[in-house]
């Protein structure tokens, strides 16, 4: 057996319910892939957190997108984001009915594309790759989401005794901020290997029993003090913080980035196509509980039943890497079932 | 981008290129239908519905088997798309021919010849063109299966991207490989899983990579461990993953694998952490799983050592269902893939 898993179990011993939410879908990923909720003790509870960029990304931004696309402007995105459900229909359909939309892995893969709006989403880890392009004169639609904000608000209403920080994130960002945040929960930064995630809740439990409320970086190895300065360093050139719509957690302040160029803005640029955009959410779907961890995706009654990967009805159902519902029916099935 | 607003708005194609939209409620074929997972099967079995397939038996199967004067007849087709058409170690031509050649020799059937059709796109490239039909040429030598027929169509620019290649092949087995598997049975995998892939990932996505397809005609491999085995599947799109849980569907028995045991190389093992992809799911066009007695496992695995290092047993056939793998920490099951292999985000 896994040392660390022999020290949790001994500390949760002396412990009551503790409730550690894994802010990174990619951290959920490894969570479930490796089956590491079944090894904790039960009374430590790994809550999945809001880091899966699409499930966040609101219904009305994606709409939009799929309205453009729909127009004949050419758009690109990553991966998962053109499974996502729109109102009507995804990016995915609009492609399939002869829109111009390019899946893309990194925003080098546009960087000569003028013609091209790119819709941005992800974390502070994919921003430096939007910013280099706004540089470039690309037009983007900008849908990202700020991280330490969202944690502000789940640490409050979640009562979360304390997170497992985002490891990719906290490379672009750094140690420091989590420390400037200032939130009544410890936390510690990790790694993505499941042993890694293992000495992670360790090493935040001991925080807790302790009522230490500092931060720990248990991913040293890339993530330092003050980030990637190069990346946040366009990021200020390029970008402003603005108010954000996250979904399911509404909006939430200073929790997002905005082109500062309004002509490199396509909220702007495209103001015409866009103000007919009308969304709404499929009333059925909780993917907005999910995201802030108030309820499994089995709690919902779509989970499995007419919402499945290959045809998600909500955002957590479409990444198998980030999602929570496509992680949890990727992984999740149980074996006596 | 120095577009005027009043141009942008305008609900039209701007590139004058743009195919006509249909209407919102209309079905229309997916890309992910195409992909291997759960939604490609079941497109499939909708098409089959519409066709009787006479005497042939296993026409689910990678090669369809006719009985033609106490003769087993195999028969197979396949069509090729792929972009790029050129990727590290390979291109569209080998993987038309290993393919079909691939399909025969999981059967157990020595392939007797291929034929080959090829849709090209006027404005495509003849010396590339040369260059594909140039592999194709030197695999079907050096495999001693020759190109017995073949029909060429060009088709306007436009229309196609590219070139579209579909083979056919025949070829006779004297043992089929469509014997009963029981548990205890050992599950082996003939190479590292996923080069093929990964080395189109890499090159699709620009990423440094020295990892190349590991496409290649498996019959010499197959025929070395026939007498052994007692069915084998090539890996194809879908990855381990797909072909252990079709297995585990059609024989209604559990599959149970050893992650660590499964053969992976290490740039294969970093490549898919790093674009948060299950190697699993990941396509192999030179590769097989063969399944076969407990005591015959050994001998089997030296066989296909012969012709790679890292073949091994990965696990072993239980009753039940599923297709099971024992992680470090504990047992996971191994989902069909469904949908397209996307990286993650951040």
């Known amino acids: 057996m896994n040392e660390y898993v022999q020290k949790i179990e001994d500390l949760a011993k002396e412990m009551g319910e503790v409730r550690i939410m894994e802010v990174c879908g990619g951290h959920t990923n490894t969570i479930m892939r490796y089956g590491i909720r079944e090894v904790l003790p039960s009374n430590i509870k790994l809550i999945s957190g809001p880091g899966c960029p699409v499930c966040v990304t609101s219904q009305y931004d994606i709409d939009c997108m799929i309205e453009l696309a729909l127009s004949g402007v050419k758009v690109a995105t990553y991966g998962d984001m053109i499974n996502v459900p729109g109102t009507k229909m995804s990016l995915k359909d609009a492609q399939a009915q002869g829109a111009d939309v390019k899946m893309i892995y990194s925003a080098d893969q546009i960087i000569d594309e003028k013609d091209r709006v790119f819709f941005a989403v992800g974390f502070e880890t994919t921003t430096p790759m939007t910013a280099r392009l706004l540089q470039q004169g690309i037009t983007v639609f900008c849908a990202h989401k700020l991280i330490p904000p969202a944690m502000r608000v789940l640490v409050q209403e979640m009562k979360i005794d304390g997170f497992i920080d985002p490891g990719h994130v906290s490379t672009i960002i750094g140690e420091d901020i989590w420390s400037e945040l200032d939130i009544p929960a410890p936390q510690v930064i990790s790694g993505f290997k499941p042993e890694q995630l293992i000495k992670a809740t360790y090493v935040l439990l001991d925080l807790i029993k302790n009522k230490e409320k500092e931060v720990v970086n248990e991913y040293p190895e890339v993530v330092f003090s003050k980030g990637n300065p190069i990346a946040t360093k366009i990021i200020e050139e390029t970008m402003k913080v603005v108010d954000s719509e996250w979904r399911g957690m509404g909006t939430i302040p200073q929790s997002s980035l905005a082109p500062k160029d309004p002509k490199l803005d396509a909220r702007i640029v495209y103001k015409d196509i866009l103000k007919n955009v009308v969304s709404q959410e499929n009333k059925e779907c909780r993917c907005g509980e999910i995201v802030r961890g108030m309820i499994e995706p089995r709690d919902c009654k779509l989970f499995g039943q007419g919402c499945t990967p290959e045809n998600p009805q909500g955002a957590c159902m479409v990444s198998e890497s980030e999602g929570a519902c496509a992680i949890a029916f990727k992984y999740g099935k149980s074996l006596s079932e | ?346």
């Not at chain 2, 892939?197 to 990892?211: H, I, N, W, Y």
């Not at chain 2, 381990?240 to 290490?266: F, H, R």
């Not at chain 2, 990941?282 to 030296?302: Q, T």
């Not at chain 2, 091994?312 to 099951?333: A, H, L």
């Open chain 2, 1 to 346: 981008m120095d577009m005027s607003e009043s141009m942008a708005s305008e609900k039209k194609c701007l590139t004058g290129q743009c195919p006509p939209l249909q209407k919102e409620d209309e079905q229309v074929v997916k890309l992910s239908e195409g992909s291997g997972g759960k939604e490609m099967h079941r497109l499939i079995a909708e098409a089959t519905s519409h066709f009787s397939s006479g005497d042939w038996k296993h026409t689910d199967e990678d090669s369809s088997l006719l009985a033609v004067n106490q003769n087993n007849v195999l028969f197979t087709t396949d069509s090729y798309v792929v972009t790029p058409l050129f990727f590290p170690g390979g291109d569209i031509g080998k993987l038309a021919f290993c393919g079909t050649v691939n399909d025969l020799s999981v059967m157990g059937a020595k392939p007797l010849g291929i034929s080959l059709g090829l849709i090209i796109e006027e404005g495509f490239s003849k010396s590339d063109l040369f260059a594909i039909l140039k592999t194709i040429g030197e695999l079907s030598k050096q495999a001693g299966i020759p190109i017995a027929t073949g029909d060429t169509k060009v088709m306007e620019r436009g229309s196609v991207d590219k070139l579209i290649i579909n083979t056919s092949g025949i070829g006779v087995a004297q043992n089929v490989l469509d014997e009963q598997i029981e548990p205890g049975d050992k599950i082996i995998v003939s190479g590292g899983i996923g080069e093929h892939g990964t080395a189109l990932l890499a090159k699709r996505f620009e990423l440094e990579s020295s990892v190349k397809t590991d496409s290649k005609p498996l019959w010499e491999e197959i025929n070395s461990v026939v007498h052994l085995v007692k069915q084998a599947k090539d890996i194809t799109r879908g990855g381990l993953a797909s072909v252990l849980n079709e297995i585990a569907q059609k024989e209604k028995k559990q599959l149970t694998i050893i992650e660590e045991s499964i053969p992976l190389l290490g740039e294969v093992r970093a490549l898919t952490e790093i674009l948060g992809i299950d190697a699993y799911s990941l396509a192999c066009e030179g590769r097989f799983v063969c399944i076969c007695s407990a005591k015959h496992a050994d001998a089997a695995v030296e066989k296909l050592r012969v012709f790679n290092t890292m073949a091994c047993v990965v696990g072993e056939v239980q009753d039940g269902s599923d297709v099971i793998v024992q992680t470090r920490f504990g047992k996971k099951i191994l989902s069909m893939p469904s949908g397209n292999i996307v990286p993650r985000i951040c």
